[in-house]
C-alpha cells in the first residue's frame, strides 16, 4: 500500500489507539479500495469465520503478540507503525529493504508446536503483499536458511570483484527474488540460472521460456514432496512461485504471458488442494477461482473441467451431496474431452454423492464399475505432471470405500481397505488419511477398540503432516464410537487427538 494509505484519520485513529481489530475495519472500509471489503474475505485473509471477526471488531482484544505480528503482515501494516514487539526471529526479513538484519532464531511455538520465528516472505496476493511465515522445517528441507544467509551475508563485505567471481549476483538481483517472493521456490540451485531468474524478477525484458521452465521444475518439485513434508512446509513454497508468476505476467509479452499463466493455472490448482488440506475453505475457493481464471485465459479446456473435479471433492469435505453431484457432473458435461483418468475420477465423485444422497449400493456400484471401465481404458502416463497421472486403481479403490460407508455398507469398505491400503503404496499424509476412513468404516460397522486404534496411526500422521482434513475425519471417528468413550483404547485416540481438533459436537 501507498504511504497515505496509513495516513487518513481513520487508519491513523486505530493505529494510534494500539488495536489490530480497529486496524482490520479501517483498512476493510478504506476509499482506496473503490468499495468496502466485505467482513467474510477479510475473515479469509487470517484463516478466522466472519462471525468471529465481526465479534473482534466489536470489541474483542487482540493481545497475542504472534497474533497480531500475523494479522500486521496479512495487512502488510508498516513495520515502522507495528505498537507491539515482535520477536527478532520473526522480524528476520520482512522486506527487500531489511535483508541485510542481523539473524535471529527464535523457539517460540505455534498451538501446532511449529516455529512462528523464523522468516516471513513477501508474497503477492491479489494485489496485495503478504508475509508468509515459513517455520524452521520448511528452511530446513528446502535449503532455504543456507541460501538466505548466503544471498544477505555473503559478498557484502567482499570486494565487487571477489563478489562477481564467487557469486554471479549482484544486491540488486538478490533483492529482486524476494521482493518477488520467489525465494520461497528455492530448492537445489543452478547460480546461473538463479542469476537469469533475478534479473527476469526485476526486469521483464528477461522473462522467457527458459524462467517459465524454471517456475514449471519448482512446482513439480513441490507436488513430489507435498505427501511427506505436508501442506505447512510446501504451502509458502507454491505461494512464492504464484507470486513471481502473478507479478511478472502483467508485463511479460503474450506469447510468455500464456505459459505462466499455463504453469500459474496448474499451481493455482495445487494451492487450492493445499489450501483444502489445512481446512482454510475460503482459500481453497480462492485458488480454485484462480485456476479455473488462468485456465480460461490460456484455452486450457482439461484444467476447467479438472477444477470442477477439485470444487466437488471440497464440497463432500464439508458434506454437500448435492453441489458436490452437480459439481462432478459438469466436470463431465463442458466443453472439454477429459483424459480417461479424469472421467473416471468425476464419475467416482458422482458415485459418492449418490451414496450420501440415498442411492442404493446397486446404483453406486454401476458407476464405480463405469469408472474403473474408463480407468482400464486409460492411456498410459508419459509424466507424473500430466492431469489425472495421480489417478490408479489403489486410489479408486481407496475412494471405492468409501462410496460403500455412505452407502451403508462399512463391511464391504473395510476389506478393500484390508486387500489394498498398504503404507509403501501412498505417501505418510495420504496413508493417514485413508486410515481415517478406515478407521470411520470400522467405527460405523460396530467396533469399537479395532478403529480406535486405526485412528491413533492416522493421528499420529496427521500431526506429523498438519493435515486438518485428515483431523477432521477422525473427529467422525469420535462421534462414532461415541458408544464406547470409556473404553481405553477410544479414550487414547481422543488423548492423540491436539484439543484444538476437537470440536464441542465430539
Same mark, same amino acid.
Given at each position: 500500500m501507498p504511504e497515505s494509505f496509513w495516513e487518513t484519520p481513520e487508519m491513523r485513529s486505530a493505529l494510534d489507539a494500539c488495536d489490530m481489530a480497529a486496524v482490520m475495519r479501517a483498512f476493510r472500509t478504506h476509499?482506496?479500495?473503490?468499495?468496502?471489503?466485505?467482513?467474510?474475505?477479510?475473515?479469509?485473509?487470517?484463516?478466522?469465520?466472519?462471525?468471529?471477526?465481526?465479534?473482534?471488531?466489536?470489541?474483542?482484544?487482540?493481545?497475542?503478540?504472534?497474533?497480531?505480528?500475523?494479522?500486521?503482515?496479512?495487512?502488510?501494516?508498516?513495520?515502522?507503525?507495528?505498537?507491539?514487539?515482535?520477536?527478532?526471529?520473526?522480524?528476520?526479513?520482512?522486506s527487500s529493504e531489511t535483508a541485510e538484519q542481523p539473524r535471529a532464531q527464535s523457539e517460540q511455538e505455534s498451538r501446532h508446536g511449529h516455529m512462528i520465528g523464523g522468516l516471513l516472505l513477501p508474497v503477492l496476493i491479489g494485489n496485495r503483499t503478504v508475509l508468509v511465515p515459513v517455520d524452521g522445517r520448511t528452511m530446513a528441507t528446502s535449503e532455504l536458511g543456507a541460501l538466505l544467509d548466503e544471498l544477505t551475508v555473503r559478498g557484502e563485505s567482499e570486494s565487487p570483484a571477489a563478489t562477481e567471481q564467487v557469486e554471479p549476483m549482484n544486491p540488486l538481483n538478490r533483492r529482486a527474488l524476494l521482493k518477488a517472493g520467489l525465494a520461497t521456490a528455492i530448492s537445489s540451485v543452478d547460480k546461473?540460472?538463479?542469476?537469469?531468474?533475478?534479473?527476469?524478477?526485476?526486469?521483464?525484458?528477461?522473462?522467457?521460456?527458459?524462467?517459465?521452465?524454471?517456475?514449471?521444475?519448482?512446482?513439480?518439485?513441490?507436488?513430489?514432496?507435498?505427501?511427506?513434508?505436508?501442506?505447512?512446509?510446501?504451502?509458502?513454497?507454491?505461494?512464492?512461485?504464484?507470486?513471481?508468476?502473478?507479478?511478472?505476467?502483467?508485463?511479460?509479452?503474450?506469447?510468455?504471458?500464456?505459459?505462466?499463466?499455463?504453469?500459474?493455472?496448474?499451481?493455482?490448482?495445487?494451492?487450492?488442494? =493445499?489450501?483444502?488440506?489445512?481446512? %482454510?475453505? *475460503?482459500?481453497? &475457493?480462492?485458488?480454485?477461482? +484462480? !485456476?479455473?481464471?488462468?485456465? /480460461? @485465459?490460456?484455452g486450457d479446456l482439461g484444467m476447467q473441467g479438472y477444477v470442477l473435479i477439485r470444487k466437488s471433492q471440497l464440497a463432500f469435505?464439508?458434506?454437500?451431496?448435492?453441489?458436490?453431484?452437480? =459439481?462432478?457432473?459438469?466436470?463431465? %458435461?463442458? *466443453?472439454?474431452? &477429459?483424459?480417461?483418468?479424469? +472421467? !473416471?475420477?468425476?464419475?467416482? /465423485? @458422482?458415485?459418492?454423492?449418490?451414496?450420501?444422497?440415498?442411492?442404493?449400493?446397486?446404483?453406486?456400484?454401476?458407476?464405480?464399475?463405469?469408472?474403473?471401465?474408463?480407468?482400464?481404458?486409460?492411456?498410459?502416463?508419459?509424466?507424473?505432471?500430466?492431469?489425472?497421472?495421480h489417478y490408479n486403481e489403489t486410489i479408486l479403490t481407496m475412494q471405492a470405500a468409501i462410496c460403500y460407508t455412505e452407502a451403508g455398507n462399512p463391511r464391504r469398505s473395510v476389506d478393500l481397505y484390508a486387500d489394498a491400503l498398504r503404507e509403501d503404496v501412498f505417501s505418510p499424509r495420504d496413508y493417514g488419511f485413508f486410515l481415517s476412513w478406515m478407521a470411520t468404516s470400522l467405527a460405523v460397522a460396530g467396533e469399537p477398540d479395532h478403529p480406535a486404534k486405526t485412528g491413533i496411526a492416522s493421528a499420529m500422521r496427521a500431526t506429523n503432516a498438519d493435515s486438518r482434513r485428515t483431523k477432521q475425519e477422525l473427529q467422525r471417528v469420535l462421534v462414532a464410537l461415541q458408544p464406547w468413550q470409556h473404553r481405553p483404547a477410544v479414550k487414547e485416540l481422543r488423548e492423540a487427538m491436539h484439543p484444538n481438533d476437537l470440536t464441542p459436537s465430539v
Amino acid at each position: 500500500m501507498p504511504e497515505s494509505f496509513w495516513e487518513t484519520p481513520e487508519m491513523r485513529s486505530a493505529l494510534d489507539a494500539c488495536d489490530m481489530a480497529a486496524v482490520m475495519r479501517a483498512f476493510r472500509t478504506h476509499t482506496y479500495h473503490g468499495k468496502d471489503i466485505s467482513q467474510e474475505v477479510a475473515a479469509g485473509w487470517v484463516g478466522l469465520t466472519q462471525s468471529r471477526l465481526s465479534r473482534i471488531e466489536n470489541g474483542v482484544k487482540i493481545n497475542d503478540v504472534p497474533q497480531l505480528m500475523r494479522w500486521a503482515g496479512v495487512l502488510g501494516i508498516p513495520k515502522d507503525l507495528w505498537w507491539f514487539r515482535a520477536p527478532r526471529a520473526a522480524t528476520r526479513l520482512t522486506s527487500s529493504e531489511t535483508a541485510e538484519q542481523p539473524r535471529a532464531q527464535s523457539e517460540q511455538e505455534s498451538r501446532h508446536g511449529h516455529m512462528i520465528g523464523g522468516l516471513l516472505l513477501p508474497v503477492l496476493i491479489g494485489n496485495r503483499t503478504v508475509l508468509v511465515p515459513v517455520d524452521g522445517r520448511t528452511m530446513a528441507t528446502s535449503e532455504l536458511g543456507a541460501l538466505l544467509d548466503e544471498l544477505t551475508v555473503r559478498g557484502e563485505s567482499e570486494s565487487p570483484a571477489a563478489t562477481e567471481q564467487v557469486e554471479p549476483m549482484n544486491p540488486l538481483n538478490r533483492r529482486a527474488l524476494l521482493k518477488a517472493g520467489l525465494a520461497t521456490a528455492i530448492s537445489s540451485v543452478d547460480k546461473s540460472e538463479l542469476r537469469h531468474v533475478a534479473l527476469a524478477m526485476d526486469d521483464s525484458r528477461y522473462m522467457d521460456r527458459s524462467v517459465v521452465t524454471y517456475l514449471r521444475k519448482r512446482l513439480a518439485e513441490c507436488k513430489s514432496d507435498d505427501g511427506t513434508l505436508g501442506s505447512g512446509a510446501t504451502l509458502p513454497v507454491v505461494l512464492g512461485i504464484l507470486s513471481a508468476i502473478e507479478s511478472r505476467a502483467r508485463d511479460a509479452r503474450p506469447e510468455i504471458r500464456r505459459e505462466l499463466l499455463s504453469v500459474g493455472a496448474d499451481g493455482a490448482e495445487f494451492a487450492g488442494w =493445499l489450501y483444502r488440506d489445512t481446512r %482454510n475453505v *475460503p482459500q481453497a &475457493l480462492y485458488w480454485h477461482d +484462480r !485456476a479455473m481464471e488462468w485456465s /480460461q @485465459e490460456t484455452g486450457d479446456l482439461g484444467m476447467q473441467g479438472y477444477v470442477l473435479i477439485r470444487k466437488s471433492q471440497l464440497a463432500f469435505d464439508d458434506r454437500e451431496p448435492s453441489r458436490m453431484l452437480t =459439481l462432478a457432473q459438469a466436470a463431465q %458435461n463442458g *466443453p472439454w474431452e &477429459l483424459p480417461s483418468r479424469l +472421467r !473416471a475420477e468425476a464419475v467416482q /465423485q @458422482e458415485a459418492r454423492a449418490d451414496a450420501m444422497l440415498g442411492a442404493s449400493t446397486d446404483a453406486v456400484e454401476r458407476k464405480l464399475d463405469r469408472a474403473r471401465s474408463l480407468l482400464l481404458a486409460a492411456d498410459p502416463i508419459n509424466s507424473d505432471t500430466a492431469l489425472g497421472a495421480h489417478y490408479n486403481e489403489t486410489i479408486l479403490t481407496m475412494q471405492a470405500a468409501i462410496c460403500y460407508t455412505e452407502a451403508g455398507n462399512p463391511r464391504r469398505s473395510v476389506d478393500l481397505y484390508a486387500d489394498a491400503l498398504r503404507e509403501d503404496v501412498f505417501s505418510p499424509r495420504d496413508y493417514g488419511f485413508f486410515l481415517s476412513w478406515m478407521a470411520t468404516s470400522l467405527a460405523v460397522a460396530g467396533e469399537p477398540d479395532h478403529p480406535a486404534k486405526t485412528g491413533i496411526a492416522s493421528a499420529m500422521r496427521a500431526t506429523n503432516a498438519d493435515s486438518r482434513r485428515t483431523k477432521q475425519e477422525l473427529q467422525r471417528v469420535l462421534v462414532a464410537l461415541q458408544p464406547w468413550q470409556h473404553r481405553p483404547a477410544v479414550k487414547e485416540l481422543r488423548e492423540a487427538m491436539h484439543p484444538n481438533d476437537l470440536t464441542p459436537s465430539v
